[in-house]
């Protein structure tokens, strides 16, 4: 059995390209079934920055994370209130071989970097992603909460429908969230699929935001909506 996706266990979590079409996804989903803003878990913004996109969990208990895509590769950092490493600053070595690359993010005052358990980054040229060095305490399964954040992150289908309907208490078709997965366009067919109660116009704002492609942007302008060069 393979070992969970964690700051322990980076060798499954996606590239670049891929991640941040997964986390686009995952923010499409949320925001389909739960047209609430305040009351999703996972978001995405396409127009963060110039020529950056940032993607983010908050789960409303204090969990969340941040996710950063740019030029110069992506970076991650994450807290988990109840974890081992949680304190007051970050654990020793979390933050202290961040790239200088990465210097801006260290500095935004929106991610809260003093209240982060775990960090991790991956320039354009790695092969893979990478963290700090780092003592973790001794005998505990998921020491900076990495291992239940990232847990959603395995790419597949099953775990968003699985999840969403412990934490949603709904029940939707993996046909349509596969449909999601595959980063295919999406239609107001889809969207009904996954919501019946949503109307395709309140969506515009939030497809705007997240940048996931309609059935209109493919393939003409799928790089305005997912370059895979962020």
Not at 20 to 32: E, F, H, V, W
Not at 60 to 65: F, L, P, R
Not at 159 to 183: F, K
């Amino acid at each position: 059995m393979m070992p969970p996706i964690s700051t322990q266990n980076l060798n499954l979590l996606p590239d670049i390209p891929t991640l941040r079409k997964l986390t686009q996804s995952l923010a499409i989903l949320d925001a389909i079934v739960i047209p609430e803003w305040e009351f999703r878990y996972y978001s995405f913004n396409a127009h963060w920055a110039d020529g950056e996109m940032m993607a983010y969990m908050r789960n409303g208990s204090g969990d969340e994370w941040f996710l950063l895509f740019g030029p110069q590769g992506a970076i991650m950092k994450g807290f988990a209130l109840h974890s081992a490493m949680e304190r007051n600053t970050p654990w020793p070595g979390v933050l202290n071989a961040v790239p200088p690359g990465f210097e801006s993010f260290l500095s935004e005052a929106a991610f809260s970097i003093h209240d982060t358990t775990y960090c991790i980054w991956r320039s354009g040229t790695d092969e893979s992603w990478r963290r700090g060095e780092i003592a973790f305490p001794p005998d505990i399964d998921d020491p900076d909460g990495s291992q239940e954040h990232f847990a959603i992150l395995d790419g597949a289908p099953e775990t968003y429908q699985q999840w969403a309907e412990e934490d949603y208490e709904v029940e939707l078709p993996l046909e349509a969230i596969s449909h999601i997965y595959e980063y295919r366009p999406l239609t107001p067919d889809i969207a009904a699929m996954l919501n019946a109660d949503v109307a395709w116009d309140d969506l515009a704002p939030d497809i705007a935001e997240i940048g996931y492609p309609v059935a209109s942007d493919m393939p003409e302008n799928l790089n305005e909506t997912g370059n895979d060069n962020l």
